[in-house]
């Protein structure tokens, strides 16, 4: 789903649904609105991403889908959970590496980082320096299209943007899906946010994936890892589907069955 897609689904989906509500937080290096959407009214705030890195963009139309399949049941009536929980969508962090990938006709598909060549997912001010440690380590020293912090924590709009929104509406949940390899990563360093491990076990057995952690040389500078650090609340990175990014398309309604099955734990 590239950038242009996305906002003509976007406004066919606010168009059915009144409900939804939907505003621009942000642009993109090249301009690209960034958009969020809502559901619901409860004070219980979740939010739920996608699309951090650039070749796993099957994770927006997965996102978008599941939007979608709420949209419809709050149409015919409104559910129980949206007086007590507010649902916030992010499905397109980063729209121009996404439209990079996807209109380059396979020539870029090893591409996760933005237009500039940062890794947006290890660009956040969660020891962030040792990040850059372990990512300079490996030779990912410059602008590329895997694994480059950027030259300093949120030097990117789009993780900008993200941060100043999370903190803003004061987010208690935080669920990113990325692709791959059917695993939840739900630990930060020695971080215990309260009901973080119950929750973990929820999503584990509604999808089928395994719990398990994040390789050191790998963690650090993250969305999730900034926001369990900073908020000691519950952040989990969903690694949707098997295979090597990006996952074809065809894959998508296995991922969504068990994917969604795993996000209705939230409410």
Known sequence: MTSAQFETAAKELLATCPHMQHAIFGESRLGTSLRAFTLGTGTK??????????NEWITTPLLFKFMEELATEFSAEEPAWTKDVTLHFIPLVNPDGVDFVLNSQGRNNSWKA??????????????????RKHKFSRGYT???PRDFVGPAPLSEPESCAMAAYTTFFDIDITVSLHTQGEEIYWRYMDFNP??????????????????TDVPDESSHGGYRDWFIAKFNRPGFTIECGLGESPLPISQLDDMYKKVSALLRELF
């Open 114 to 131: 933005n237009i500039c060549g940062v890794d947006l997912n290890s660009n956040y001010p969660a020891h962030w320096e040792l990040a």
């Open 142 to 144: 410059v602008p590329g």
């Open 194 to 211: 309260p009901g973080a491990a119950d929750l973990a076990r929820r999503f584990a057995k509604a999808s089928g994936y395994a719990l």
């Open 45 to 54: 705030s979740v939010l739920i991403n996608a699309a951090h890195h650039a």
